[in-house]
């Protein structure tokens, strides 16, 4: 078995996810594919537009074999901590060959120069840097110039610093360096592999073509109808999706959080600052905005200024809605083993799959929640919870009227024959 590892969000799976996961399996001469999935919050701190288990079987039902989530801790932070819980949880598994993601430079091996550059530090960079700040520059400037020349006197690698500065300011490149640093540190088998991203940005709003961003998608899906962007995605994606909608449930966005997020903002005004990322006094800007606004992209809005990106405000509201602590960030962040994996849907060589994990590792398949109760485990504890309450939280928002309990204890993995 020549097994593939995708670290993903699938919200939805579209085009691009496609050609992404086909140009993978290809590069990799793959036989078995896993991915790893955020659940029904994302990284940049905002809900699914559909469940998780939803997502997932769309995902096989595309040509994923197995897919399993990410722990809500590390699938709704920031690059650093959301790639690290992606490739430990793959390494945890210890039979995952590779890994592959989009990047904007499409080249491994100047991502793999800066990962290693900024895992060991050495000195002359660690100098550089100290000296391009002492020069005033802000840090992203000062550590792509101090990078250029530790890069360019080593003869490491022939590129520009404009280059350079582009490849550290582009968010798939971000990611793909922090994948590999996880890789580096955990001292990992898993090859990692990148592939360039086509056509649309990852933020643009714009549907030009068949392949578009998530965010474009997402976006039209709150005016158009399904059928007038059907030519985005899959034909396994537009019908499950469509199915959904048309049995009542609720597309979710994140201003149908916004009265649950007030009344908790509200009720924590003064432990807000318990909450991870509730940091250098957001928490005045965000209780003293409560009031004037009346939806979630007001209220980020308010927030915004140069100290505070709409990135990171974003993250911090959602760890204040989804009661995430500081502590409990601090005591997984840097996890090396994942104690559990959760699987969300699977296809016949999914089943082939699992069963060598579970002749490789010790570690816990959860399938059904009722056993999770006998694991007596602090850190599992603690992940577990967390995917419990984010999907719980979820579900009043999303399918609330078909609700008859927990969605993690009534709701099995899906199987695709």
Known sequence: MNLLGLIVEYNPFHNGHLYHLNESKKLTNATHTIAVMSGNFMQRGTPALLDKFTRAEIAVKNGVDLVVELPTLYSCQSAEIFSHGGITL?????CVNSVCFGSEIGNIDILYIIAKILIDEPPTFKNKLKSYLGEGLPFPKARA???????SENKLYDTSKETLLEILNSPNNILGIEYIKSILKLNSNIKPYTI????????????NNSICSASAIRNALKTDSLETINYTMPKPTYDLINDTVNSGVNLVYNDDFYQILSSIILRDKDNLTDYFEVNEGIENKIYNSIFKCQNIEELQNEIKSKRYTMTKISRTLNNIMLGIKRDDILKTKDLKEMPYVRVLAFNDKGCEILKEIKKNSEIEVITKFSKIKHIDSDIFNTLINYDIKATNMYSLIYNKSLLKGPMDYITSPKYIK
């Open 145 to 151: 110039s101090a990078l250029f020349d530790y890069i």
């Open 90 to 94: 793959l390494n945890s598994l210890n």
């Open 196 to 207: 360039n991203r086509v056509n649309s940005g990852y933020n643009s709003l714009n549907i």
